[in-house]
């Protein structure tokens, strides 16, 4: 199951990628559900808001009328940051799912564990390396890409 | 000038409180000059993200036309959670001015130093305690009143 969601948030990273972003996807969901998606805008928006994961919180929150997603999962192909992090702690949302790990800038489990810290008023579950190939690959074909015609 | 400065966050941090919200405000200057204000607005949105510093990064992203807001200080009456430093390292802000200390919630200081973290790919420079009497009254007072309210 967590797989079908994960290859949503895949979709999404493959929108980014599409029109030059990062390719990081992100779904949110509840009672089996789909209620929110969201792919990294940062360059199309220039807003450094715009992680996959704040435009789907920001969506959710908004579907369900409610600052706190208590009964939604969030899937990311991409290990959250400190931001969405800390996104993720004050919207209360108890399951976090995420692909690869983010070695430079990851907070829930490479840089700091964000999301199990016992003095925050929140912590999330967490379940790591769902799809963590194809989330890994994006990322990585997407550099070569860059890389490629950065030469050129 | 800081002072003057988080006088204009401290107004915007009463706008808060007057419509029932935690009295939390925020300003972000650009050579001088006031580029964005935002108050904390989580019960009236019904959003997760609507702290006063992620308001005022929204809105100074769309002034400056850029993710990165590199000449900005953000000033800002509580000591920033981890959303909100988190946003504050994605918009590369050099300068953080912060009033009162967060001592449940603080990440810059109180919990941990995510502004001085020499691991992320940005750290801001960091003034606190600017108006702290000002800033810890405002928020004292309301939780006070909140408080009243509750007992009648």
Chains 1, 2 share one sequence.
Not at 79 to 101: D, Q
Not at 113 to 136: I, M, Q
């Amino acid at each position: 199951m967590h797989e079908a969601f994960m290859a949503l948030a895949v979709e999404e990273a493959e929108k980014a990628g599409k029109i030059g972003e990062v390719p990081i996807g992100a779904v949110i969901v509840h009672d089996g559900r789909v209620i929110a998606r969201g792919h990294n805008l940062r360059e199309t928006s220039q807003n450094p808001l715009t992680h996959a994961e704040v435009l789907a919180i920001d969506r959710a929150s908004a579907v369900v009328g409610s600052w706190r997603l208590e009964a939604c999962t969030l899937y990311v192909t991409l290990e959250p940051c400190a931001m969405c992090s800390g996104a993720i702690i004050m919207s209360r949302i108890p399951h976090v799912v995420y692909g690869a790990r983010d070695p430079k800038g990851g907070t829930v489990d490479s840089l700091m564990r964000l999301l199990d810290e016992p003095r925050f008023n929140h912590r999330a579950e967490v379940t790591s390396g769902v799809l963590e190939d194809t989330c890994s690959n994006l990322l990585t074909s997407f550099f070569k890409n860059l890389r490629k015609k950065h030469k050129k």
